[in-house]
């Protein structure tokens, strides 16, 4: 007896907190499609993130990632991975909660900063002090995530296989979500 996905779960959260990586092994423990918004917009544009960023500005990108968002939430239900972004947005957070369920991977600082302190695949921390960019988009940002459906704590500990078995575990307990086959 497996699980049916009845929504679409849409991963939200921090760069680094794990969306792709733990939103790839829900989508296959589920046997449902894994999207990611920023690969959509990516291939959409063709070109990076950074280089829309370069060229469009912020504003331009925020809005094609709505549009993708919200083309994405209409299609096939899915495990929908966000950019760190997406969910300040009052639009994306409206759209995601009539569609799909909100999964708040809640990552602290330093966890966060572990993970992403050596790539250099995120615009928004291309400056002088990237740690105290970091630590200024978390502060921002964590009041918008915690109004996620679901919240789900990530520790350095787990794998991502840990990670989904807790998403998992939070999504039982939402029917209209997730059913039994």
């Known amino acids: ?33 894994f999207l990611d918004s920023d690969e959509e917009i990516v291939k959409a544009a063709n070109m990076s993130i950074a280089e829309i960023f370069a060229r469009d500005g912020e504003a331009f990108f925020r809005r094609k ?9 209409e299609t096939e239900r899915c495990i929908l991975s966000t950019g760190g972004g997406a969910f300040l947005s009052e639009q994306n957070r409206r759209a995601i909660s ?3 369920v909100a999964v708040w991977l809640k990552a602290d600082l330093p966890l ?17 002090d990237p740690y105290r960019t970091l630590s200024e988009i978390y502060e921002a940002r964590v009041p918008f995530y915690a109004t996620a459906d679901l919240v789900v704590e990530a520790r350095d500990e787990y794998s991502v296989d840990d990670m989904a ?11 209209d979500v997730l059913g039994k086959d």
Do not use: C, Y
């Open 1 to 33: 007896m497996g699980w049916r996905l009845k929504k679409t779960v849409v991963m939200v959260g921090m760069m680094g907190a794990g969306k792709t990586a733990v939103g790839t092994s829900l989508a296959r423990r589920l046997g449902v499609p």
């Open 65 to 73: 990632e709505s549009q993708v968002i919200s083309r994405l939430l």
């Open 98 to 100: 009539e569609k799909g």
């Open 112 to 128: 966060l900063w572990n993970r992403v302190r050596h790539k250099d695949t995120r615009p928004l921390l291309r400056t002088s």
């Open 165 to 175: 078995d807790a998403v998992i575990d939070a999504l039982k307990k939402r029917p």
